[in-house]
């Protein structure tokens, strides 16, 4: 190569290391974002949701760099029902991370807004990349609302304050039980069941005379002979002017079974505690037994199947097709369709469809605690078939008082447990069973747990489990029952977690309070039921033993 094209290529190569040069020299250097790094509140971590937080939080949140502290009036606030709250603000870190704290202590049990905006600038004067909310509830007030009184007397206030849904706010022409609080003429069948026993109960704790308690039960047995029926059974709702059935759902518009053997139990259970010497006790069990005689059980069989059918319906026949094989919450219903004098099934049907021929028995333990039957349930599974059944029976699948302590014991225990945190879940705060909850209804149960506390579930456990009982009736009433007591006891259900309390009073819920207390306290209901002729020899059919 001549010295001409050499000296060339060198001027070349120089002249394009000094462009890269240049061009790396001009390329402006990325900006990192503006975000938030870190946020605690009290020392823990705060995600989208808090719960149980202190009256005078300190949140800290931390930023990738300075904080523009001009900004933060704006860009941080803390909000509640009245608007926002009035703040204080520290700095440390070199001003990157910012204490808050309320001027004034919040408010107990109320939800607050946390929220973090775009318009919080850097020191650099860049916005926040993304803003940022969390909903901060913060903890009940833990001071007892109501003067201390005993246990005793805290029994019959809760009975007395429940039993006045069944007897108050009875539907004034039919004498059935409203299916909640807000059901204008909608009354429910197997809620007045329970209303039914719970008379007996006012009756005996002297909150009515006899003559109005049987007054009462006149009115209801006269409704119930004119209402619709469906081959003897009636319907899950029903107007309470009228006696027409109210759809349940499109095609749920004729017989349920179920609520039917709900009725009949507390319509059995009022005909033992009546007098036949007396004329009117005399005229009213020969009425409630016509009532009895005439429920088509084994209609239910649907062409003599060997299993219960819950629906029927004139319309759409057989179409719920909901054969009620195993265990759940209609026990009575197979017993009370063998025990019918009229109506009545064979053992094998009861075998067969509640049974499940042997395949109804499980056996598994939770928390150390054998279940004979099913899987951890919603409480009132072992409520509702047993206000008037006595459990202290066997039969040929399990002991059913070991049943229904047990289940009561597994949902207390998960409970304490609390795998999902859900703040004052414990020994006194505890319950899971089916009602309404913050966004609709549920049924609420160790598997499907929304952090809902349903009174009903624990104090309707009473005889089975005294002691955990007596401590969340304690808890209701003492601590929450400046939100949860109402004119008709304890409303529905509440959420700690969302500050949430049911407004809502149902008959299913209200009724098994009254029963079960007092089954706990003098076993009446209990005595009196399985005092029936027929439900003695029942037992006997179904090889029940002590």
Known sequence: MNIRLLTLFLLFYILQIGASCTKDATTPKVLLPFTLSNLQIDGIALGNKSANASLTPQITISFSEPIDKTSVANGLLLTGSTGNIPLNFSFSKKDSTVTISPTNALN???????????????????????????????????????PTISDDELLTLTQ????QYFYDFAHPASGMARER?????????????????ALLVGIERNFITRQQGVQQVNKVVTFLEKADRFH???????????????????KDNGGDLVETSFLVQGLLTVRQYLQPTDTVGNNLIKRINTLWETVEWDWYRKNNEQVLY???????NWDMNFAMYGYFEQQIT???????PTHSIPKSVYSNGYGRNGGIKTGNTYYGIKLPLGTPSPLFWVQYSYLGLDPHFSDDYANYWEQNVNASKINYAYCVANPKKYPNYGESCWGLTSSDNQVGYNAHSPSNDLGVITPTAALSSFPYTPTESMKALKFFYYTMGDKLWGTYGFYDAFNISEAWTANSYLAIDQGPIVVM??????GMLWNLFMSAPEIQLVKTKLNFTP
């Open 108 to 146: 107990y049990w109320k939800p607050y807004n946390l929220i973090i905006n775009t318009d919080l600038l850097s020191a650099s004067k860049k916005n926040l990349e993304s803003s940022f909310a969390s909903k901060i509830i913060t903890q009940i007030n833990p001071a007892p609302k109501f």
């Open 181 to 197: 609080n807000t059901s204008g003429n909608t009354v429910t069948t197997g809620g007045t069941g329970f209303g039914l026993m």
């Open 334 to 340: 197979y017993v009370l369709a063998a025990a019918s």
């Open 232 to 250: 003897g059974a009636w319907s899950h709702w029903v107007d309470g002017n009228t006696g027409k059935v109210i759809p349940f759902s499109t």
């Open 517 to 522: 207390i007092e089954n706990h306290r003098t």
């Open 160 to 163: 007395k304050k429940t039993f």
């Open 310 to 316: 819950w629906h029927w319906s004139p319309n759409y």
